[in-house]
Antibody, heavy 117, light 112 residues
Framework: QVQLVQSGAEVKKPGASVKVSCTASGYTFTTYAIHWVRQAPGQRLEWMGWINTVNGNTKYSQKFQGRVTISRDTSASTAYMELSSLTSEDTAVYYC??????????WGQGTLVTVSS | EIVMTQTPLSLSVTPGQPASISCKSSQSLLQSGRKTYLYWYLQKPGQPPQLLIYEVSNRFSGVPDRFSGSGSGTDFTLKISRVEAEDVGVYYCMQSIELPFTFGPGTKVDIK
């Protein structure tokens, strides 16, 4: 069955960067796009951006433009989300999700990123 | 960006009773007379969100038929005909007619 498995929890200092991976299985990785969504404590879900897994084209939320980079390695069926210049407000659970014929039909388990000095 | 609002923000329901959640968008989610890009997700405690309803009223694979969606334009409703214990969690509506996708604040449903 379809699985999106994300990398483990991270603790980072303010100003650092974090890179989260999302490895897909159970389907052909390049068939569908991957989106990234985050959820800060007590906050609503927040869409960050997406990647076309075929050609690597990306679109980002304006809120994160300049700080986020989404990439992929098709040979590893893996997408990545890197967020730089971290502040405490970036403490959140980060999810990857697949966009098949409908948006966000399968999600990774989530990766907790804690930003603390 | 499109702003999504939901009411109520919390709901306590007796098992077997119905529940209803409203979602409103700041602009129409109908694209040129074609699809309406409104979705419902349920996030159970400690889990990622899961898709329940797509394009207003279509149940996703495996979703029980006690869940139904309706609405048009900017006003939408998710109904649970008879709430069960496994339905607890936070329900989110989401729009995907334009980027950035945006979510409602969530409606927390628990059992009385």
């Amino acid at each position: 069955q379809v699985q999106l498995v994300q990398s483990g929890a991270e603790v980072k200092k303010p100003g650092a960067s974090v890179k989260v991976s999302c490895t897909a299985s159970g389907y052909t990785f390049t068939t569908y796009a991957i989106h990234w969504v985050r959820q800060a404590p007590g906050q609503r879900l927040e869409w960050m951006g997406w990647i076309n897994t075929v050609n690597g084209n990306t679109k980002y939320s304006q809120k994160f433009q300049g700080r986020v980079t989404i990439s992929r390695d098709t040979s590893a069926s893996t997408a990545y989300m890197e967020l730089s210049s971290l502040t405490s407000e970036d403490t959140a659970v980060y999810y990857c999700a697949r966009y098949s014929s409908v948006p966000l039909d399968d999600w990774g388990q989530g990766t907790l990123v804690t930003v603390s000095s | 960006e499109i702003v999504m609002t939901q009411t109520p923000l919390s709901l306590s329901v007796t098992p077997g009773q119905p529940a209803s959640i409203s979602c409103k968008s700041s602009q129409s989610l109908l694209q040129s007379g074609r699809k309406t890009y409104l979705y419902w997700y349920l996030q159970k405690p400690g889990q990622p969100p899961q898709l329940l309803i797509y394009e207003v009223s279509n149940r996703f694979s495996g979703v029980p038929d006690r869940f139904s969606g309706s609405g048009s334009g900017t006003d939408f409703t998710l109904k649970i005909s008879r709430v069960e214990a496994e339905d607890v969690g936070v329900y989110y509506c989401m729009q995907s007619i334009e980027l950035p996708f945006t979510f409602g604040p969530g409606t927390k449903v628990d059992i009385k």
